[in-house]
């Protein structure tokens, strides 16, 4: 994106979404019972597949993860309270480090709150999440990618044995991440009769976006040069985009569970799997059959015979063409909800159909709203006049349109970032993904830099604009396969404790 345009989406802002509805049970969210679930599993297991990897966002530091205790460090807060009340039940509790505080000594709470996020102490204010110990077994501690490595042994196996794993990191935490693979990677191999192949992959710089004044002017750092920010998860779309492997699995690295949990996550990374791979064969039917109609062979063109009929400029204008064409219609209606607009021809109705389908596909798990935070599955209305399933952040959402805020006050659940892709066209060619990004769909955020007030420009988020042109589908998953740690504390919940 040049500078000119960049400046222009400061000065004028994003285009708000048309949101028609809430993408909800009724319509738009698939709720599947047991039955259609072990399906979706025996597929996921039985469909060939040119692949498979785990690709896990791990980028940036965990400081927002310790806001709290930052806060309170000095001046013990409720969070630094209870911190030091539990110490003892986090995975990183080591006594040489925290001794045996008091939560009433304010001297104990601040000591606790230094050791936990300073030197000399573990300095995980400054680490990334992934490497912070989250779980505390019998016999050993886990990290976060540790907790990735065993997830992926059991659901996201090739057919050789392998595991792949392509981990989003910061170039400062490359020797992090490193290590603390290194301390499991050979002991999980022989454990779980694995092979690894782990990548670490960097968001790339050139994706980094302006930031400007609260007055639209370019930031200027202390040596006059224009600062420029990384522009949030939609830049991983390019590092998504140099995937060779057909089918990814896409999940934040702070969202694990202790391994006792790991049934019923494996179960529903399964069913996501296997539905994928029910609409990708679906779609590639599909899209043979068209392409039987574009390819047939004309005759020769003998004019001088008796009754030649010419052969027809519109392949498609035939009963049985247009009865492919209205199963495809009716398809992408009740299960994508893609509504489009009437066609001229039948050959136009054809290549329309055609695209809609000839897209990336994916499959979004959905969990129930329980208030907690995240964007969330609505049906918009395209620039071009159709309808399909988006996941939008409450920022794209006009505040000031009474039916918006309608449609969001009735969603009913939200985005747990939990997908499965599908990234080959039914010849099993790679599509280009960057095709397939609405550059209108990103937003602005406020932030700050050396204490001075800011814009930032982010990118269209990974599983919102950068994927808005894909095939696009809702399954509603169990809240217990969602368990996010934004906030130390949250290690103090079951399914982190054992």
């Known amino acids: 994106m040049t500078t000119e345009q960049q400046m222009k989406y400061f000065k004028e802002g994003f285009p708000w979404m048309k949101i028609a509805a809430p993408a909800t049970p009724s319509k738009g969210i698939e709720v599947l019972d047991d039955k259609q679930q072990d399906e979706c599993i025996a597929y996921a297991h039985s469909a060939k597949v040119a692949g498979k990897v785990k690709f896990v966002p791990a980028s940036g530091a965990a400081s927002r993860m310790f806001k709290d205790i930052f806060s309170g460090i000095d001046c013990p807060n409720d969070a630094v309270r209870k911190l030091t009340a539990n110490i003892k039940d986090f995975a990183f509790y080591d006594p040489a480090v925290f001794g045996e505080p008091s939560a009433d000594s304010d001297e104990d709470c601040s000591h606790t709150a230094a050791a936990l996020l300073k030197e000399p102490g573990l300095?995980?204010?400054?680490?990334?999440?992934?490497?912070?110990?989250?779980?505390?077994?019998?016999?050993?501690?886990?990290?976060?990618?540790?907790?990735?490595?065993?997830?992926?042994?059991?659901?996201?196996r090739n057919e050789d044995g392998s595991v792949n794993l392509a981990i989003t990191i910061s170039p400062e935490h490359r020797q992090l991440f490193e290590s603390a693979l290194a301390e499991v990677k050979d002991k999980y191999e022989k454990r779980y009769g694995v092979r690894y192949n782990v990548e670490f992959v960097y968001q790339s710089k050139d994706t980094d976006t302006l930031a400007v004044t609260p007055d639209n002017k370019p930031f200027l750092c202390d040596d006059g040069s224009i600062l420029r920010r990384p522009a949030g998860h939609g830049a991983l779309i390019y590092n998504l985009n140099e995937i060779d492997e057909e089918l990814v699995?896409?999940?934040?690295?702070?969202?694990?569970?202790?391994?006792?949990?790991?049934?019923?996550?494996?179960?529903?990374?399964?069913?996501?799997?296997?539905?994928?791979?029910?609409?990708?064969?679906?779609?590639?039917?599909?899209?043979?059959?068209?392409?039987?109609?574009?390819?047939?062979?004309?005759?020769?063109?003998?004019?001088?015979?008796?009754?030649?009929?010419?052969?027809?400029?519109?392949?498609?204008?035939?009963?049985e063409a247009q009865l492919l064409c209205n199963e495809i219609e009716t398809f992408l209606r009740d299960e994508l909800c893609i509504e489009l607009p009437l066609a001229r021809s039948?050959?136009?109705?054809?290549?329309?159909?055609?695209?809609?389908?000839?897209?990336?596909?994916?499959?979004?798990?959905?969990?129930?709203?329980?208030?907690?935070?995240?964007?969330?599955?609505?049906?918009?209305?395209?620039?071009?006049?159709?309808?399909?399933?988006?996941?939008?952040?409450?920022?794209?959402?006009?505040?000031?349109?009474?039916?918006?805020?309608?449609?969001?006050?009735?969603?009913?659940?939200?985005?747990?970032?939990?997908?499965?892709?599908?990234?080959?066209?039914?010849?099993?060619?790679?599509?280009?993904?960057?095709?397939?990004?609405?550059?209108?769909?990103?937003?602005?955020?406020?932030?700050?830099?050396?204490?001075?007030?800011?814009?930032?420009?982010?990118?269209?988020g990974l599983w919102n604009g950068s994927m808005s042109d894909w095939n696009t589908l809702f399954v509603e998953v169990p809240l217990e396969t969602f368990n996010p740690v934004k906030v130390v504390l949250d290690l103090l919940r079951p399914a982190h404790q054992n």
């Open 249 to 319: 699995s896409i999940k934040n690295i702070d969202n694990v569970a202790v391994e006792r949990m790991l049934g019923i996550t494996a179960r529903y990374k399964s069913v996501l799997m296997g539905r994928a791979l029910q609409l990708r064969d679906r779609i590639f039917g599909y899209l043979y059959a068209l392409d039987q109609f574009a390819s047939a062979q004309p005759v020769e063109f003998y004019p001088y015979l008796p009754g030649y009929n010419a052969i027809p400029e519109d392949p498609y204008a035939n009963e």
């Open 346 to 460: 039948c050959k136009e109705r054809a290549l329309t159909l055609r695209a809609k389908l000839d897209r990336p596909i994916r499959v979004c798990g959905m969990v129930k709203n329980q208030g907690e935070p995240g964007g969330g599955p609505f049906i918009i209305r395209e620039k071009d006049g159709s309808t399909s399933l988006q996941i939008l952040e409450s920022v794209q959402i006009n505040k000031d349109d009474a039916s918006a805020v309608a449609a969001l006050n009735s969603a009913t659940h939200f985005n747990p970032v939990d997908l499965v892709c599908c990234l080959r066209n039914y010849r099993g060619e790679k599509f280009n993904l960057l095709d397939y990004v609405d550059a209108d769909a990103g937003f602005i955020s406020s932030k700050s830099f050396q204490g001075r007030e800011l814009r930032a420009l982010e990118l269209p």
């Open 123 to 156: 300095a995980y204010g400054s680490k990334p999440k992934g490497v912070l110990k989250f779980h505390r077994y019998a016999n050993e501690v886990r990290t976060a990618l540790a907790e990735h490595l065993v997830e992926g042994q059991d659901y996201m």
